[in-house]
């Protein structure tokens, strides 16, 4: 289709971009009409603004389905933010907001438009890749490109590198373009930025400064088309997100970018392997096996401190814990320091591998120099960018290291000085990629369905210097990764592929010469053996152990029936109050263990634990008895003495302190079952809290409560989720049985109905209760959790009184149960129906769940073994948690320090820190600078509270935000009062006049154009005051301390301020002195002699400006 085909009125499909005039393929909301300029036609005049002749305007298409239609504009307006789109085939005006259209460009009535309505983009969208938006700002045929690096001299990728070969690639660009009769080029601007200001030079540093370079470029109007840079992780992060980012949603090429936070980012194209594409090397490499290598499940991670960009992200993505490698081994040790390392090769090892990033030099270094190698182990060394083991031997140090890089496919080679490395050859074939884009759109006479919904960033392949590109649908690169290996004779060889594109490794040496026995990789735990023993030794052991275990056993029998004896024997009593000592909490903090009555007054409401005979255990309060037993209570005290069973909590005996009367039990470490419920952080649902672990659970209260109801207590009355608490070994154990004597019952949700309608208690209203607490287990939500309602009193109330036969109960869903559910929600209806004659005993029940674990227990799994299984993930995830807490702690104590940071000069900060206290010092000569707002009384009696907070909030974070551009610490705002000083904590030499007065005029500047939100147009004055010469300066308090200034300098300040006037800065005599006496281009003019309060008369002068420079400071009013 020709140029006059699609201009033709009859014809509404949309047009290739032949002009410098803007074109968008933007990711569009549903609803959403967005529109692009028409290329002029032959005898149309081009002006910024088009006439009404030459504007016509066409919708872009997205969707894949529906026709383009033609409309004309109704009501647009730049005021009103929105027009209408009259359809020319009928119908209703389309709504049309003017933030939907692309560029300045607003239409006017009666333009002719062509438009298609887009749907609404599929809810999944997270993971997909979605079409990146492509801004052309062009100009005069030539398609701008914005080339932002860190520009450091130092990283390999920086602004002085990078740029040349840039240049080379627009310059081939430009030839293909003429080969192909492609009427346009492309051009690029170079924007770099440092961090050489602070104290972690390079990527760690530069977060903002990319942002900073890119506001500057829209604010000027030089976003071009697409973006190439920045490599570091953290300056992309910041343009590419989309909560925290920059946003401008145009195409960002970056070689770099590694870190895992830059993962499917919709703008983002990287052209080197990010961190996720190492990670899924690692993961599926460690669980590969063939005749080479075995599968392993442990590794050791080396991270020094001050490694390069990529080693940094790499590692990472290996080191945290949340990631899919650390969830794919069984475990990692992470090494930080050259000490760590070395010891974990001396000592007995967690694992024989050992993951670093780095070069083969590293390797040495870390071998002390030493060519020596250790067959047993094996060092994976990620180097991808670095050709040397294709161009050069190896060496012995080398001989037990396998290394990941790159493919053999460069047409360049490394040098040492960055004349040629990885990153430029990146940037150099990310121009030919664009340009092919580029080329791409334009030969498309018309954006049809088929070739619009295409990414042209996405599932695209590429001919470059550095050899074949892959972009995979998220925008990284698929590589063949090579795993290298050192022969017998020093020779780098290829003994593993790894295809990122479908994570694939590839046997590539199948007969390896390597230095690791019988041809085989190490692997990653060492094998355990037993040599030396002769045969009569071993026979001697055995039957010394089968001795010893007799011996044992015969006295285990003695004990245990001596035992049993003395505890028949046993009788109630009170505990001596001096047999208990109280235990620490976290809630009261106990200096002395002395024990005496004063301290349990002081502590019987908080602490409830206590050691006696040299065990802990819990106190529980027996009111409202008075520790005078009667005798049907001291026959029930006694019972309770004798019970002694695994899953019952033991009881001691009772105590009497201050008048009150506890009960001693032992003490389940891990709290009540309840607790354990609620903590879906420590018991994690999927890995240990799993339907096998729930129904031990249920089992323990079933055995227990089977012990406890054949024994002479004969019944609980109080069970509850509340009253079953696990002990360290992850044991069930009830507790609050026996005292019914002595409590009255309860009445709560876990109270059977019949003795909710009548008190009492029952061993068939244990069993319902039971069942309560089994449905707590089952689906670890609230007790009696149902979404029928939510109230207690209701829910018990529907228990009581049931409507028209209809049971009220707890929500069971037997209809998405698995069949293993199904049978325990089966008895646990049983165990809480209406007639108690038909729920089973605990003997039954008990004996329901034994065949239920046996029947689905396929590994056929001991008891024991269940159990030791369970703790090992515990401590496991315990150790994730760790980790975690760890990382988290760390963030919140940086976040602390930026905090401390704001509130106070850094040397005070550090000073703090260290030693708790900030010696206050005098300075020979700082300038201060004070203002307040003029009228401030009359401008709040005309607000509110409210809009004063938000007038001084606008005000005062603007000053703030020109305070970052000067050498100068902002002290305090006391109202509507703003004090600022130059030249301490800091010495500056006489700088600080300077920073002072320019941040005065950049103030006063700002302020000609401020405006109150809820009084617009009503101008807003301040004045301002400045003086220079000594003063003491130091921290005052102990809680919320403040660094605060003192001496007659800041009172003479104060007095520059108040005698001013109305957008002036009021300078005293000082001021000028050193201002004349380094010579500065400042300009002022003499007030005269004005009286200070305290200081009589003096002569100062108005600062009017700098020569050479337009502030455009407002007019002062002359009355």
């Known amino acids: ?79 009103q933010g929105h027009g209408f789109i009259r359809p020319t085939h009928g119908g209703e005006d389309i709504f049309v907001h003017i933030s939907d259209i692309e560029g300045e460009y607003v239409p006017v009535e009666g333009d002719e438009v062509t438009y298609k309505v887009c749907p609404v983009p599929p809810k999944n969208l997270k993971f997909q890749a979605v079409e990146v938006p492509l801004h052309l700002s062009c100009l005069n045929s030539t398609y701008m490109m914005n080339v932002v690096l860190l520009q450091d001299g130092v990283s390999p990728w920086s ?33 770099g930025f440092q961090t050489i200001h602070y104290r972690n030079k390079g990527c760690s540093s530069s977060i903002c400064e990319a942002v900073e370079i890119l506001i500057d470029l829209q604010n000027s109007g030089m976003v071009g088309c697409a973006l190439l840079g920045p490599s570091c992780t953290y300056a992309t992060f910041q343009l590419v997100d989309r909560d925290v980012g920059l946003a401008l949603n145009m195409p960002i090429i970056s070689a770099g970018s590694f870190g895992l936070s830059c993962d499917y980012k919709a703008d983002l194209t990287r052209i080197l392997p990010p961190a996720r594409k190492v990670s899924n090397f690692f993961i599926n490499f460690w669980n590969f096996s063939d005749s080479i290598k075995p599968s392993w499940e442990n590794t050791y991670i080396y991270k020094k401190a001050n490694i390069t960009e990529d080693c940094f992200w790499y590692l990472n993505a290996l080191e945290v814990a949340s990631g899919s490698f650390a969830d794919s081994v069984k475990k990692r040790v992470v090494l930080r320091k050259e000490e760590e390392f070395s010891a974990a090769l001396k000592k007995k090892k967690e694992s024989n591998l050992f993951i670093l990033c780095g070069t083969p030099d590293d390797i040495i270094e870390l071998k002390n120099g030493s060519l020596d190698v250790d067959a047993q182990i094996a060092f994976i060394l990620i180097d991808l960018y670095n050709d040397k083991y294709y161009v050069e031997p190896s060496n012995d140090a080398m001989k037990n290291v396998l290394v990941l890089t790159m493919p053999n496919s460069r047409s360049y080679t490394i040098t040492s000085n960055n004349t040629m490395n990885d990153y430029i050859a990146a940037y150099h074939d990310a121009v030919l990629l664009f340009g092919q884009v580029m080329r791409q759109i334009w030969s498309n006479p018309v954006l049809d369905v088929d070739s619009v919904n295409v990414n042209y960033f996405r599932n695209v392949s590429f001919k470059g210097i550095a050899g074949d590109y892959m972009i995979d649908e998220y925008g990284d690169r698929d590589v063949v990764f090579s795993l290298i290996y050192t022969n017998t004779s020093n020779e780098y060889k ?30 990653d735990q060492l094998p355990v053996y037993i040599s030396g023993l002769l045969a009569e030794n071993i026979v001697i052991i055995s039957l010394v152990s089968l001795a010893l275990v007799v011996i044992a056993t015969v006295a285990f029998v003695l004990y245990w029936q001596n035992r049993s004896y003395r505890r028949k024997q046993r009788q ?22 002395k024990i005496d009555e004063d301290a349990w007054k002081d502590t019987s409401q908080k602490i409830r634990r206590a050691r006696y005979d040299k065990k802990i255990v819990i106190l529980k309060d027996l009111k409202p008895s008075d520790g005078c037993f009667s005798e049907r209570q001291r026959i029930a005290l006694n019972a309770l003495l004798q019970i002694d069973y695994y899953n019952l909590i033991k009881f001691y005996g009772t105590v009497k302190i201050d008048h009150e009367v506890f009960g001693v039990f032992e003490y389940g470490e891990r709290g009540s079952l309840r607790y354990v419920l609620n903590d879906r952080v420590s018991y994690p649902e999927e890995t240990f809290m799993d339907w096998e672990f729930k129904i031990s659970v249920m089992y323990d209260i079933a055995k227990g409560m089977s012990y406890l109801h054949s024994s002479n207590i004969e019944v609980h009355g109080h069970l509850k989720s509340t009253n079953c608490v696990i002990d360290n070994r992850m044991v069930v154990k009830i507790t609050g049985f026996g005292f019914n004597t002595i409590l009255s019952p309860d009445r709560d949700l876990w109270t059977a109905p019949e003795h909710l309608r009548k008190e009492g208690i029952s061993q068939k209203g244990d069993v319902y209760s039971f069942a309560i607490i089994a449905q707590e287990i089952m689906l670890r939500k609230s007790t009696f959790f149902t979404q029928a309602c939510s109230e207690k009193a209701e829910k018990l109330d529907r228990v009581q009184y049931p409507r028209m036969l209809c049971f009220f109960r707890p929500d069971l869903n037997f209809e998405t149960a698995s069949e293993n559910e199904l049978e325990v929600y089966l008895l646990i209806k049983s165990c809480w129906d209406e007639d108690p004659e038909k729920r089973p005993d605990f003997k039954k029940i008990e004996s329901t769940l034994g065949k239920i674990v046996s029947l689905h227990n396929q590994a056929n799994e001991s008891y024991m073994g269940n159990l030791i299984r369970r703790l090992q993930m515990y401590s496991r995830n315990l150790e994730y948690l760790v980790e975690e807490r760890t990382s988290l702690y760390k963030a919140e104590r940086d976040r602390a320090d930026n905090l401390n940071f704001m509130l106070l000069p850094g040397p005070v900060v550090r000073s703090l820190k260290e030693t708790g206290i900030v010696e206050p010092e005098l300075f020979e000569e700082v300038t201060i600078y004070f203002s307040d707002i003029v009228g401030f009384t009359t401008l709040c009696h005309y607000s509110t509270p409210m809009e004063v907070v938000d007038m001084l909030n606008d005000i005062y974070k603007n000053f703030d935000s020109i305070l970052d ?99 002036r800065i009021h300078v005293s005599q000082s001021t000028i002195n050193i201002i004349k006496k380094a010579d500065c281009k400042f300009e002022y003019m003499k007030r005269g002699e004005t009286y200070l309060k305290g200081k009589g008369k003096e002569t100062t002068y108005w600062l009017t400006g700098v020569t050479g420079q337009n502030y455009n400071l407002p007019t002062p009013p002359t009355a």
């Open 965 to 1063: 551009h000067h050498d100068v610490y902002k002290v305090e705002t006391i109202g509507d009062a703003y004090m600022v000083v130059s030249g301490l904590p800091r010495r500056n030499g006489d700088r600080h006049v300077m920073d002072i007065c320019h941040m005065a005029l950049d103030i006063l500047s700002f302020m000609g154009t401020f405006e109150l939100r809820h009084l617009p147009g009503l101008p807003v004055w301040i004045r301002i005051g400045v003086h220079s010469g000594p003063c003491a300066a130091g921290v005052v308090g102990l809680k919320m301390p403040r660094y605060c200034l003192f001496g007659d300098t800041v009172n003479t300040a104060s007095r520059m301020e108040s005698t001013g006037l109305p957008l």
């Open 1 to 79: 289709m020709t140029d006059s085909d699609t201009s033709s009125s009859s014809d509404p499909l949309l047009h290739k971009p032949h002009t410098s005039l803007p074109l968008s393929f933007p990711f569009l909301r549903g609803g959403s009409h967005v529109w692009e300029r028409k290329p002029p036609q032959a005898g149309d005049t081009t002006s910024p603004l088009p006439t009404k002749r030459n504007r016509s305007y066409s919708a872009t298409v997205r969707s894949r389905s529906g026709p383009v239609f033609k409309g004309v504009c109704k009501n647009f307006s730049r005021s």
């Open 494 to 523: 290829v003994l593993y592929e790894f295809d990122t594109s479908n994570n694939k490794t590839t046997l590539v040496d199948s007969n390896p010469s390597f230095i690791w026995p019988q041809q085989q990789l190490p692997d």
């Open 572 to 593: 109630w009593s009170h505990i001596p109050v001096e047999l208990l000592t109280p235990v620490e909490s976290s809630e009261r903090n106990m200096v002395s263990l």
């Open 159 to 191: 602004m002085n590198f990078v740029q040349p070969a840039v240049i080379k690639a627009i310059e081939s660009d430009a030839e293909i373009n003429f080969k192909n009769n492609v009427l346009y080029n492309l051009t690029a601007t170079y924007n």
